[in-house]
């Protein structure tokens, strides 16, 4: 194989070991690294006896994430305040034609997932990625773990009660999910506190990350009254201040919120029924630096 080919069967496959490491870590640069270590490894390692790449690609992937996995739960034991994944524009186009699959992936790269995936252990979260998110076969799960196809199977089942038991059931509807968060948009930008009570669930949870570099609350704040006072609070604050986009962010609808043309801020939304059950703030410079003001990344 040649080196050109070998950077040809590398590319084609990128956005799978992206999206692999990403659900991983949580962490674009996290999941980056990851990605550009198996490159390395990929080009200077013999390939004649390769016969599929994606299956071996993403073995190292998957290993290398579980060693980052290991390796930073230091440093998230020692986050300041709630952490929230980095946002990440989804946009999965004709590359994923089938409905229920683009569903699947939406779901798996949902904030609300992942941050049910923090509480796994990195083995478990490596099993319940490649096998819910991605599909992959038991057997190949096994040899990217180095693992007997029972244990994997053991570990698939844990994790995946884990995360059911776990996991909110947010409405995922695309069109229902965009009308309501232009609803609440206008209704906090507008100062209609009673327009936004109608749109909150009684039991609305907030969660704020500003990783100790920016406001934002260092606790979850509960209850329809007091999420929306808050919410009116910093609308008023920062009234004529903000401009808002929609755009596509972890599989579904959320806010970019810019001051002055600087990216301060992503709102995401979990609904339920028609309503809001959890507000997403991602406040932390260091998750949105590759944002730009046009809403790319």
Not at 4 to 25: I, K, P, Q, W
Not at 124 to 144: D, N, Q, S, T
Not at 186 to 191: F, T
Request: net charge negative.
């Amino acid at each position: 194989m040649t080196a050109d080919t070998a950077t040809d069967v590398f590319e084609n496959h990128r956005s799978v070991l992206t999206g692999v490491a990403y659900r991983m870590l949580g962490r674009i640069a996290d999941a980056e690294d990851v990605v550009q270590e198996a490159w390395l490894r990929w080009s200077a390692a013999p390939r004649e006896d390769v016969r599929e790449p994606r299956a071996f690609l993403v073995r190292i992937v998957t290993r290398l994430a579980v060693d980052r996995l290991r390796q930073v739960r230091s440093r998230r034991e020692a986050y300041v305040g709630p952490w929230l994944p980095d946002p990440v524009v989804t946009d999965f186009g004709p590359a994923v034609p089938d409905t229920a699959e683009k569903a699947v992936l939406a779901d798996s790269v949902s904030v609300a997932v992942l941050v049910v995936l923090e509480s796994l252990s990195p083995l478990e979260r490596a099993v319940f990625v490649l096998r819910e998110a991605f599909g992959f076969p038991y057997a190949e799960i096994a040899v990217a773990l180095d693992r007997g196809e029972s244990a994997v199977r053991q570990l698939a089942g844990r994790a995946r009660r884990h995360v059911e038991e776990r996991k909110p059931r947010y409405d995922v509807d695309p069109a229902q999910c965009r009308d309501l968060t232009e609803r609440f948009l206008a209704a906090a930008a507008g100062g209609d506190i009673e327009g936004l009570l109608t749109l909150l669930a009684p039991d609305v949870r907030l969660v704020g990350d500003g990783g100790g570099k920016s406001r934002a609350p260092l606790r979850i704040i509960d209850s329809a009254d007091k999420v929306g006072r808050f919410l009116l609070a910093v609308a008023r604050e920062q009234s004529g201040r903000l401009d808002a986009r929609i755009l596509e962010l972890n599989g579904g609808p959320a806010l970019l919120l810019l001051t002055e043309g600087e990216v301060d801020s992503v709102v995401q939304l979990g609904i339920l029924d028609g309503v809001v059950h959890c507000v997403y703030i991602i406040r932390n410079p260091d998750k949105l630096h590759h944002f730009s003001a046009t809403g790319r990344s």
